[in-house]
């Protein structure tokens, strides 16, 4: 692939609805986005080929190329072990084409831990970043915030946290449009001394780093308030709200529409309310976003929900593309310099 076009690598495998979903997504990315990018298509190559021809597209496509990748990581098969015996699987694949220099981002909406491994082992961390960190963007009251981490990281240091600030921070500027993100650290109370050790210490760290705007300690009640744009949190505590927070939004769905089935004058009442329940579901719907990147490792990644269709793959594959253009690693590297050389951290 010759031209200057942005090339991702795009993990066919990936999800609990692979390789239908993810061939949607990359048909509708074809035609949403034009010639903007071009694809590697990393997974079993006959059985692409065939979903291609399928869907009317030409496997000789001249946007298009398939990379053999005849193993597959299961959703739930441990990461480690899985990236190790599988080398040739389509995630593993996918990373090394961007090691190689054949593509400049991967999109997977596969097992994350394998997703997180594949892109640590493969490309390694970004000058002075200390481990990765997944920025997911959640809905709230007043705007979308930023959860960081929400799963790469689960044992983090001070200095750990210290860097998920400034890629939170970063990532709320750069692609939320953000001037001055608020910045929170998550705790069991508001007080200074409140929160374990390692929420302390943090503390301590974060309310000194330059440039960015930190306002303390929040609870989780301050999540959806508005209250900060970016929440730092190591990934096992950010893991457990993501999931909750999901869960939450799915149970107050079906308990909505159980309750308004009940009597005639509510369902009334819910056909009257439909284009508002419409919207809530567009601003509460992780396909829109397109999924969450890995930040902090050298290279650009953007996992996908494992339950994506074609439109949230198809969004994934954009969100690569903007943090490419957006050059946002080189920007990380430069904040977590300036936070290195004030003797903080």
Known sequence: ??????????????????????????????????????????????RVARGLEERGISPSHPQLELVDAPQTVGMDEHPVKAIREKPRSSIVVAMDMVKAGRAGGVFSAGNTGAAVGAAFLKWRMLEGVSRPGIATVMPGEKGPWVLMDSGATVDCSPLMLAHFAVMGDLYARQVLG??????????????????????QEAFAVLRQIPGIRFLGNIEGHDLFRGTVDVVVC??????I?????????????????????????????????????REIKRRTDASEVGGAPLLGVKGSCVIGHGNFQGHGVANGIRAVGELLRLQLNERIVEAVHQVAASSLC
């Open 1 to 46: 692939m010759s031209d200057s076009r942005v090339v991702i690598a795009v993990d066919m495998m990936g999800g609990d609805h692979a390789p239908s979903a993810v061939l949607d997504g990359v048909a509708e990315a074809l035609s949403a986005f034009g010639d903007a990018y071009r694809y590697l298509l990393v997974g079993p190559q006959e």
């Open 241 to 277: 709200v993501l999931k909750t927070c999901e869960q939450l939004s799915k149970s107050l769905s079906g308990m909505i529409r159980e309750s308004v089935m009940r009597r005639t004058l509510w369902k009334f009442g819910g056909l009257l309310c439909k284009g508002a329940f």
């Open 234 to 239: 190591d990934g096992f505590v950010g893991n």
């Open 178 to 199: 953000l001037s001055s993100p608020r910045v929170g650290l998550l705790s069991n109370g508001t007080e200074e001394g409140k929160g374990n050790r390692q929420v």
